[in-house]
């Protein structure tokens, strides 16, 4: 494992070794781009969610929570200003952080999954797990989705259609991700690379405060149980791909969504970028609002946070009059209200799916009205 | 979680919270006031002491004897002074290489926006001289600093006194830091130029040219700032605030404090002389409310503030000549310095220990961070009670909304009415944030005005013109949202201010949060009436009536008394503010203009709301 | 092997601490005055007090405020100091577990014949000796590090003083035999300082230490004073605090362990019949120009220093070319870009993408 | 080493080591030797004082108890402005033309003593052996092959009421052009120097009214930090070149420790404001715990400049283990190095001059001007710190939260909806109103 001060891959520097010299420019476009990508896909959406919800057999008087054709069709704009006119992206296109990148990568890969592109879906998909390792998860939402429009047959793991789909993209996917780091190893003629990146991710060197979890704790970690939390948070950003594809094996959509959310709340070196992403994703699924039960706290919380970041940075390090206990609350803060938006948004969906297939109003023999609950 | 699951558990909360919310409200900021006003007792205010162990406070004994020749070398500084007519800096190049110091200067010249009517400058020249003490046996790695501003017509008793006691530590072999003695004209903004050439950084807007400095001495660890004008003092006055009420670590006070005693030197703050048994709370509430004044005005109390801004704890002795018997001469005041500077030469780690946010009732007990928060959060939990209760108003009306947007056209979503008039609002704020800087120079020629006149008054222009703006909202919820926005962009603000510089927000936030709370379309006058006392202006005004009230000397002369000279000194602080913020990176000005006003702003059109 | 061995740790840094320093330092003095050679001494000092800056004797420390004897000396020999003192490294010094390369002075060369003084001071608490200001060793700790010695017969009998605050507690688990200790505080007493040299500007001693010199000033390598006395150094009106000893461990009756025991030693001189041939000095220099002459054999070295400053041979460096891709990769890179974009759309589907 | 000198040199390991490229080339003989075994190291904290004195003294022929030895007692020489012991290990021919070849071992101690505050506190101008070292010399070490005294007086002799007693053997050496060295030789070797004295102190005085301004060294280095506060920060270099028409090529070597995050491409030289790029730039990256920054620049500078060198850094937050015990005091920098071939005229006093009759450095550079190596000073960069009273409270905090995460999306996944009557109470409650109806016989919910 040698992290050194950059711990980007090959490619990239070498793609920036051409655009340094005019990089505020780049950046601007990037985002720009990502920008017109998003838009793109978000309408792809907003026509797939629509045909979805036509084509599917509504309970009675659930009309009042179905989609509705206008709010779709803003919905792509929505979606682009929230994106565009994010202050946290337009932070970070200020600090020239190659999250941009990476935001670029994960929209042209919805983009082409949208489009229903075995193989464009797989080179995105590559690029961004080759860029930072975590959106491999994205596979089985990408899967899944391309599998509703090309296998025939229902999605059963019986369905041997769907086996050998599952096969076929996967071996696409590692192909061109073969690809990428035998042309990365061909730049450098050294395999340095792998652990000096991948090795950087999973085993988190660089301590640098960010607005993750990782930092204060493996500052104050004790030695000897190192290894063993690193592992137990590597392994929490991944576990929750199983139960979600179990769940929502049908709304490859949303299950697209919250992946990105928990891989941009638990990965190791989260930045505000990955929030301003899958934020920008939310309008997409307004329709839950109604179903949404903390959403004025999270708001409050996030703003605050937005707030409170700068300020006890500034306190900590520049005036030196807070330490670093500060800055950590305000993480943590972060870190559990976005916690709780995406745990909301999860919530919400499935109450909604349920009153999809069970009416609004559910009343009880003697016309009490019944409630509704988790159990 | 079970309170945010379970949902019956949540509608019961909500619904309690909209019964009881006004009463709720007043409980909660009745709660901040009073726990401000027990701050001064025991109890809130614990005594002081010294946490840093390595300060070893009187442990030596002094050997500084150089009263005498503090003197002489005082009259002869100000002999030279007189014969330079400014800053004599051949004077004191040679007397400092005599004494064996090392010696370098330092020109610097900056140009202030517009001329600056009070000091009387517009393009400043001026040099700073720096004698270094090198510490034998350390490799220079730290360093502290004793600085003496120089002044057309004061202070030669502390020049005599530094100089002296540079010859007195440049024969001892103890020294671990070196030791500065810093002489800078024109107050802050010699000492911002030496400053900002040392670390190599520019904190201001505005540009200063200064000339390649020498001398350097790795990390400066204290810097303690020297105003003496008198042969002989009866007491020393600490100075603690630097701009945007920075504070040094408590244990800089302390050491003081403890040494003082130690020498039998009466040691205060603010000027007043420490809190007797009969009726100790007004007179330490006193203090405390001229440091919270103080901190509130974001300027720094004497020279020495500037230093707190570059990450050196740094602290301002002033002593004062006043009709009291026991008076302290050069030498005994030399001592006390050398005490000080023996404890500071033996810390080794920085100043950590102690608390760097506090409130001092008086010199011999404290208020820590934590004993004054809660009046902060009192008062903030009424903004958010208030913001909670309008979204829970809010959220029956949103579904009907989103039905009819979805009908009718998008512009009617419910918060894209108000946005317009959020973003005027901004607007508005930048427009007075800018305005003066750009526009004094045509409002001096058209009115033919003095500059900084022109200034605050056009500052004054725009905010009040800024009031007549239409208040016609498309919706009739729409004042909700306005609102909403308005409170959670105002809590914000506080919540940000409360750890920047607590005193300040607590005095925005006592009239601002009845206001904020209260405004409304339906009872229209009761909320203009609040929002008028609540207005930046009327704030500012009210916090320089109070400072002068609280001011010991009482008015000083050449004052108006009345509102008329009241109002005549706001408009020069205003100028003064904005001149401050550009040349020494005070942030009164754009914080009123940027953050206050918005808000403000946008509360008077919920207040003044049509259909 | 050392049959008298004296391990004495200071474990505070920072000046305000310079009492400590100077406590193990008279120690060190008034043993090696009873005649252990340094060799035998091993001395960890957390902070240099002498050589401090702030010091205005530079090269020397006192512990008292007349300043008659400097105990710093001048032959010292200070085996860890700085950052080098640690509680690992203490317990590895015990345990004779030091990494290969460690030198003898830095090692406890001690057997089972050996008679070992520990001395420590710093600033403790109840069960713990703070290492540092930042770590700290428990009396467990040391208990079973004491136990191990004995286990590999690294000691005889060990005597054990301790000058901190509620010293008492560091002893209070041990349970190794052969241990007598002497502490100067019980739990919840603090040892005070003596008195401040108030030209230093520091105090300048601990009151049991002190007292222990004191006591320790009159003994001379043949005194038969015995260990007993030792425990009525310092009575409680003169440390404020009052010191503890325990000596269930001992085997023996301390009224007849002499002190020099363990804070001298007693060299026994053995004599020898037989001649004993030891090679003249200009032996060895004569096989040197020998060896020397193979060395020139083997490697020839061309008579000519160094150029110190090439600076040629930078400039010509600094001038080559900077890093380039191989051209392969980049034929690659954008054959592949190529490839992807029309296996996916060919040219006639361009539009179809936006 | 470290057991020999009493000082801690096991602190010397890979993280703090550099390769220097073409710094510190073999003094000895012999160019050939193997770059890539060069190492440099140095430890910015370590203390100089009596325990190292001692063993460095015991090398000495007859240790301190005879000859020049003699003089070192530590509380004088510690308590000067500057002091450096020295051990330099290196081949040397034998003989002048010869091919053979041997080890040389030279110790060398600098002390400067502060003149002006002796002057101050003595009232006198001048010096005397005792007044400095606190004891004259008496004797030689017997079993010295050289033992000479020299006295520097090449400034000096042009004071007014310049006076030098006992009188000893003048040497004048021309070294270079235009500068002259004169020196006072004592051989104490010669029977004749302790003839007449018993014991040899030599005294130099002068008049008051003479201040010792000499001409001031050509070459001068500066080191700095800049920035305020934990994250950024810059460290600049200047270096003056004095000489009035002669520039000069210097080579500066630093190392910087990992957790200082330098920036290359923030490294900027500049010359009375204008760009002076270095004709060589030789940059090698830390790695993380592995190997500090090292950074080699060959630069040329302007007769009478000032050449001031900027690198940027970002400070890295280290584990709470890894921070010295005083973490709160910062982390000591080690010094950079700035290696230039002087000319002859550097006024500088003859020790520094190879060619100087007290050097045992013979020729090493083979155009005229002799090697002079400069450190700067060590400077002192506070570190963002943690809080170290933490990680219990951090642990269990962190934990929390993600735990909070983990349970919410374990409960939402797991379960799933059902409707319930409202009007029957949940859990407890129901239970507790069952109790109640049965204590009254009322059928139950």
Known sequence: MIPCIVSQTPMIIYIFHFLIDYSELVFTVVDITTTVILYLSAKKTALYLWEKQKCRKWSVDVSEILLRPKSLHWLPLHVAAAYLLNPLTVATCVARSTCAFHNLLLALLMLATQHNSIMLSAVFLALASYESLYPVVLLFPVILQLAQKEVKGKLMLQNPYLLCFILEYTVVFLGCLSILLMLSYSLLYSSDFIPAVYGFILSVPDLTPNVGLFWYFFTEVFEHFRLFFICIFQLNTFIYTLPLIIVLSDHPQFLMFIQIALLAVFKSYPNLGDVAFYLALLPIWSHLSRYLRNSFLVLCLLLSCGVLFPILWHLWVFSGSANANFYYAATLAFSTAQILLISDYLYAFRRREFHLKYGTDIKTQDGRKMMVELK | MGLLSDPQSRERVLLFLIRHNSKLCILCYALGLVWFLLLPLPPLSAPTYISENALLPGLVKREFVGGPQALSLSREFAANKALVGGLPVEWLNKTMTSLGLEVHTQTFAVDLPFPDEINERYHVRGTNVQGVVRARRAASTEALVLHVPFLPEANDQAMGLALSLAAHFRKQVYWAKDLIVLVTEHDLLGIQAWLGAYHGINLTSLGVRSSELGGYCGALQAAITLQLSSDVATSIDLQLHGPNGLLPNLDLPNLVHHLCLHAKVLCTVQELLPPQEDNAWWQSMHIMLLQALGQASTKPASEHGLFLRHRVEALGLKAINSHRQEKASLEKLGRLLEGVFRSLNNLLERFHQSFFFYLLPSLQSYVSIGNYAPCAAAILVVLFLCAVELWAKLNPEKERRTREAAASNPASIPWLSVIGSIVIAHGLGIALYLGPLVAHQRAANYFDLPEDEAVSLTALGIGVSSLSLPHRGSTPQGWIWLKLFALLELGMLLLALDLLNFPLAFMLAIPTVPAAVVSQPSHKTASIALLLVASPAVISLMGLAMKTELNPHGPTSGQLGGFIGLFLRWLQCLSQSILEHQSLGTNLYPLFTLGLFPCWLQLWHVALWKE | ?354 | ?445
């Open chain 3, 1 to 354: 092997m050392c049959q008298y061995c004296l391990i004495q740790v200071c474990t505070s840094r920072f000046w305000f601490n310079y009492r400590h320093v100077a406590n193990v330092l008279s120690v060190y003095r008034s043993v090696k005055r009873l005649g252990i050679p340094d060799s035998h001494i091993i001395m960890m000092l957390a902070d240099d007090m002498a050589c401090n800056a702030r010091n205005p004797r530079p090269a020397t420390v006192f512990n008292n405020a007349h300043e008659q004897i400097n105990v710093y000396g001048d032959d010292v020999e200070v085996d860890y100091r700085g950052y080098e003192v640690t509680v690992e490294n203490f317990v590895r010094l015990l345990m004779g577990r030091v990494p290969p390369n460690t030198p003898r002075s830095k090692r406890l060369l001690s057997d089972e014949r050996s008679n070992i003084l520990i001395y420590m001071t710093g600033h403790g608490g109840d069960g713990f000796l703070k290492f540092q200001d930042s770590e700290e060793i428990t009396n467990i700790e040391l208990a079973d590090a004491f136990e191990q010695m004995w286990q590999k017969k690294r000691y005889h009998e060990i005597a054990f003083i301790m000058d901190t605050c509620q010293a008492v507690s560091m002893y209070q688990k041990f349970y190794s035999p052969n241990i007598v200790a002497i502490a100067s505080s019980q739990v919840g007493e603090d040892s005070l300082s003596h008195h401040v040299d108030s030209s230093i500007g520091v105090y300048v001693i601990d009151r049991f230490t002190y007292y222990l010199l004191e006591f320790l000033e009159k003994i001379h390598p043949a005194s038969q004073n015995t260990m007993d006395e030792l425990f009525r150094v310092c009575p409680k009106r003169d440390c404020i605090s009052t010191p503890g000893q325990r000596t269930d461990l001992f085997s023996r009756d301390l009224s007849t362990v002499l002190i020099t025991e363990f804070f001298g030693s007693v060299r026994k001189v053995e004599l020898v019949t037989r001649v004993v041939s030891v090679p003249s000095l200009r032996d060895l220099l004569t096989t040197v120009p020998g060896k020397k002459d193979d060395i020139n054999e083997g490697v020839t070295l061309s008579n000519v220093f160094a150029d110190q400053l090439p600076v040629a041979q930078m400039v010509q460096k600094g001038k080559q070319k900077e890093w380039h891709p191989p051209d392969g990769f980049i034929l690659a890179f954008w054959a592949l870009v190529l490839l992807v974009f029309f296996k996916t759309y060919g040219m006639k589907h361009l539009t179809f993408i936006f």
């Open chain 4, 1 to 445: 080493m470290s057991g020999l000198l009493c000082a801690s040199f096991n602190f010397i390991d890979k993280t703090n080591t550099i390769a220097p490229a073409f710094g510190f080339r073999p003094m000895g003989i012999g160019n050939e030797t193997d770059e890539s075994y060069l190492r440099y190291a140095s430890l910015p904290r370590e203390i100089v004082c009596t325990e190292n004195l001692t063993p460095w003294k015991k090398l000495l022929p007859c240790d301190s108890k005879a000859g020049l030895a003699t003089l070192l007692a530590g509380g004088k020489l510690f308590n000067s402005m500057y002091y450096s012991l020295g051990l330099h290990f290196r081949p040397v021919p034998m003989r002048p033309d010869d091919a053979g070849w041997s080890w040389q071992l030279t110790q060398t101690l600098t002390v400067v003593f502060d003149g002006f505050v002796r002057s101050k506190l003595t009232g006198t101008n001048g010096w005397t052996l005792s007044s400095l070292f606190g004891r004259p010399l008496d004797g030689p070490c017997p079993i010295a092959s050289r033992s000479r005294l020299y006295v520097d007086i090449t400034d000096i002799e042009q004071a007014p009421g310049f006076s030098l007693n006992p009188a000893g053997t003048t040497v004048t050496e021309a070294s270079g052009m235009d500068r002259k060295y004169s020196y006072v030789l004592y051989n104490l070797l010669q029977p004749s120097t302790f003839a007449q004295v018993k014991r040899l102190n030599p005294s130099v005085n002068w008049d008051a009214d003479w201040d010792m301004q000499s001409q001031r060294p050509w070459l001068h280095v500066e080191r700095f930090l800049t920035g305020v506060g934990l994250h950024h920060g810059g460290i600049s270099s200047l270096l003056h070149n004095r000489h009035p028409n002669r520039s000069l090529t210097v080579h500066h070597q630093d190392t910087l420790p990992w957790f200082l995050r330098v920036y290359s491409h923030t490294l900027t030289v500049t010359t009375a404001g204008k760009a002076n790029p270095p004709s060589y730039v030789g940059y090698r990256p830390a790695r993380d715990r592995e190997r500090p920054h090292q950074l080699e620049l060959l630069l040329t500078l302007p007769p009478a400049t000032i050449t001031r060198v900027d690198i940027q850094f970002e400070r890295a937050l280290l584990t709470w283990t890894e921070y010295p015990p005083d973490a709160n005091h910062g982390v000591h920098i080690c010094a950079a190095v700035v290696t230039a071939v002087l000319p002859d005229s550097d006024p500088c006093t003859g020790l520094c001059s190879e060619n100087s009759p007290v050097s045992f450095y013979r020729p090493l550079v083979r155009d005229t001007g002799h090697l002079s190596r400069l450190y700067t000073q060590t400077l002192l960069v506070s570190l963002p710190t943690p809080d170290f009273s933490m990680p219990y409270n951090v642990v269990c905090l962190t934990c929390t939260v993600v735990a909070i995460g983990f349970g919410s999306f374990h409960n939402i996944l797991t379960r799933s909806f059902r409707t319930r009557d409202p009007a029957q109470a949940s859990g407890i409650v129901r239970h507790l109103a069952n109790l109640i109806r049965r204590w009254r016989g009322v059928p139950l919910l």
